[in-house]
């Protein structure tokens, strides 16, 4: 969580709506964390062109998130 909050909610004042995974994402950095995970969880990896994008990437720095991620998606189908 530290990682992820250094990363992008430094100077938010200065963010862009864009920014962020979801409207409600914005309400602070543990929504915009848990929203932007389950983005990481159920959507396809972008290619990280916004604020947004690079946030899901974000998690494929962590080989335990990605083999949970794999487990997630798994169970869905």
């Known amino acids: ?3 992820f909050v250094q990363r992008f909610w430094t100077d938010i ?5 864009d920014d962020f ?3 409600y994402a914005i309400e ?3 929504e915009d964390i848990a929203e932007t995970f389950m983005k990481f969880v159920l959507v396809k ?3 990280g062109k916004t604020v947004a ?4 990437l974000f ?3 962590f080989r ?4 949970m991620r794999k487990e997630m998606r798994d169970s869905l189908k």
Not at 53 to 56: N, R, T, V
């Open 1 to 3: 969580m530290n990682l």
């Open 13 to 17: 004042y200065d963010e862009y709506e």
């Open 21 to 23: 995974v979801t409207e």
């Open 28 to 30: 602070g950095p543990e």
């Open 45 to 47: 990896r972008p290619k």
């Open 53 to 56: 994008e690079k946030k899901i």
């Open 59 to 61: 998690f494929y720095q």
């Open 64 to 67: 335990e998130l990605i083999n």
